[in-house]
RNA sequence: GCGCCUGUAGCUCAGCUGGAUAGAGCAACGGACUUCUAAUCCGUAGGUCACAGGUUCGAAUCCUGUCAGGCGUACCA
């Protein structure tokens, strides 16, 4: 909608050129905002205050002949009037409104889609965590962000495909096999030293119990190197597996899962090396080999692989970002936790020696959570088993609950997680606040069906009763959805949309105590009914957005 | 030491590509259910936007410095 007042704008500023009144050597960015009284008008830009300085004029001058041309803005303008040190202010007629609302209800759920993506290939990978236990609080947080990332890019028009990163080699796969062969001959009454930097959480113990289920006590006459391909093989798809069912849980879902060790199986890691090696990028140095990636920017060169011949997850990571690329995607967008931030300038160096160009890469860090009991810090580290599960968090509060306290919060910020509070303040988080907006103009509609009435159609509905300003208020915030979705895709800020949704339920709350919808004055009534029939779409498409439930009764 | 993030109401946070009187929720206080769901609404109170300078018509927003918290600065992942 803002699209079109700059055109207004730009148009009047056309004329103002034409007629010799303002010089315009350059044309301005024009930015339209909502003025913060609405009783000043609908849209305000400062368009006359930017010109001062190369007009040379004073701001308040160049705004009244801006006024002047915009006066005769075809039949859409209702009043134009200069205020301030300079603010333009419009205010735009009933029909205006009215037409764009009809629109609304014709898009329906595409309604808030847009091109601005312009079908641009993205590839977005998060949570990634490794499979070396079940998700945690601090997971979930990615994971919600990621997944509304990738709604919001859909949406506003990028093409965009989700992917989880494996990390199924490595140090940590085979102490996780080690975990669950130790636990097995533990409980299978034999005696063992337990290393504290192994996994200590009890679903070591479970898996170990179901592979004495499954497979008896033959483990145990075998010896460690016998045994330990198989516990490390059974552990890591116990754990994956526990993964994908939390994740489809908290409804997360990927379009790919991607194993690292298939980069070493087919080479790939090989031959990205081999490939840095000719360009003269990798160097050997101490017994190791190294990426020059000082040369890209970072702050030092870093190790591939290391002295005794096995390569970093650096090296593996190099490969997978080449493997991206080379399936077509146009840009990489990871999310990484805050204490990952380090990577950012390596990755992107990475695109640089590949030979892209280093913003193909981009990542999206978010910020730790602390998980609090009350005053009481929690520990998250998987090794020391202390953590609090994603799972456990969505049993107690649900899943629409956690996933709208992550997604309310920007995800720049560190986030307090007090478990007792989430608990708590169930019955008065906002989300229900938004959620019971929906259920009550489903409501609405029953009652109205009750009496025969049903939501009129966009070709006979008549708008024209509508003339309340709660009622404009409302038809405003409904169609800067659209802008709202735009921006945030720009900014990658997921933030936005829970903000948004709960600025535009409270004026349908507050319109709601004030106007009766179901009235005996019928065309104001189908002209209500129309109205919170947009509403109700606004309201689904940005819950559908978070991955949040619409209920029509609460 | 260097780098990244953060510092806004009692608490949790918006606002940050400079704009009009700094906003929500929770908590507190006072009102509104014979009415389409009171999980709601209306009102009151609550602020040196961490601090100090600078840039300009104008700074919570941009720049510099200081302080505080978190994270990183691995031949770990």
New binding site residues.
């Given amino acids: 909608m803002n699209h079109v007042i700059e055109q207004l704008v730009l148009s009047a500023l056309h004329k103002a050129k034409n007629n010799g009144d303002l010089e315009i050597a350059e044309e301005p ?1 024009i ?1 339209i ?5 609405p ?3 609908d849209f ?3 368009l006359a ?2 010109l ?2 190369p007009e040379r004029k004073n ?1 308040r001058v160049i705004a009244e002949v801006i006024c002047k041309y915009l006066k005769n803005g075809g039949g859409q303008v209702e009043r134009v009037e200069m ?7 419009l205010k735009m007629t009933q029909s205006f409104f009215i037409s764009r609302l009809l629109k609304v209800a014709e898009s329906g759920d595409d309604f808030g889609c847009s091109t601005v993506g312009k079908g641009q290939k993205v590839l977005v990978e998060y949570v990634s965590a ?1 499979p ?1 236990g079940p998700l945690h609080v601090g997971h979930g947080r990615g994971a919600a962000v990621g997944n509304t990332l990738c709604n919001i890019l859909k949406k506003a028009g990028f093409d965009i495909k989700s992917e989880y990163y494996v ?1 199924d ?4 796969m085979n102490i996780l096999g080690r975990s669950t062969w130790l636990r097995y001959q533990e409980i299978l009454h034999k005696t063992v030293e337990f290393p504290k930097d192994h996994y200590q959480g009890d679903y070591i113990k479970d898996i170990a119990q179901e592979i004495i289920d499954r497979h008896g006590e033959e483990y145990l006459k075998k010896s460690e190197d016998e045994a330990l391909p198989f516990f490390r093989q059974y552990a890591a798809q116990w754990v994956l597996e526990g993964i994908k069912t939390d994740l489809k849980e908290f409804r997360v879902e990927f379009d790919g899962w991607f194993s ?1 060790k298939t980069l070493y199986e087919d080479d790939s890691v090989d031959n990205a090396l081999g490939w840095l090696r000719e360009k003269g990028f990798v160097y050997e ?4 080999v190294w990426l020059k990636s000082s040369a890209f920017q970072d ?2 060169d ?2 591939i ?4 011949g ?6 593996s990571d190099i490969a997978y970002h080449q493997n991206k690329v080379n399936r077509g995607f146009e840009s990489l967008v990871d999310l990484f ?9 390596r990755m992107q160096a990475v695109m640089q020696a590949l030979g892209y160009d280093r913003d193909v890469f981009k990542a999206l ?1 978010v ?2 959570v ?1 998980l609090k009991r009350g005053e009481e810090k929690v520990s998250m580290s998987t090794r020391s088993g202390e953590f609090v599960t994603l799972k456990e968090v969505v049993d107690e509060v649900g899943v629409d609950a956690t996933r709208y306290f992550f997604l ?9 997680f ?1 478990l007792e ?1 989430a608990k708590k ?6 989300v ?2 938004i ?3 929906h ?2 103009i ?3 509609f ?3 069906q009750n009496q025969g009435i049903a939501v009129p159609g966009v070709a006979e509905v008549d708008l024209t009763p509508l003339v309340e300003e709660e009622e404009f208020a409302l038809i405003k915030n409904i169609l800067a959805f659209p802008e709202m979705i735009e ?1 945030s895709a720009q900014t990658k ?1 997921v ?2 949309i829970s ?1 948004y949704l ?2 535009l ?2 004026k349908f ?11 005996e004055n019928q065309p104001l009534t189908l002209a ?1 009914l129309f109205l919170l029939h947009c509403l109700q779409i606004t309201i689904r498409n940005g819950l559908t957005v978070m991955g949040i439930s619409a ?4």
Avoid: W
């Fill in positions: 960015e930015v905002e909502k003025p913060k009284d009783k000043l008008g305000s830009t400062n205050m930017t001062a300085r701001p205020a301030g040190p300079g603010f333009i202010n490794n070396t990390n080699v490595g140090n940590q690292e140095k101490d017994g190791a702050e030092k870093r190790v692989v290391k002295q005794n096995d390569q970093t997850y650096f090296c936790g805050a204490d990952h931030h380090g990577y950012v300038p860090l910020q730790f602390s309310s919060k920007s995800s720049d910020s560190h986030l307090d007090d509070l303040e169930t019955p008065e988080n906002p229900f606040y959620q019971y907006a259920a009550r489903c409501n609405v029953l009652k109205a921006k800020e933030h936005r903000h709960h600025d339920v409270a709350h507050s319109y709601y105590n004030k106007h009766r919808v179901v009235t209500r209920p029509e009764k609460m």
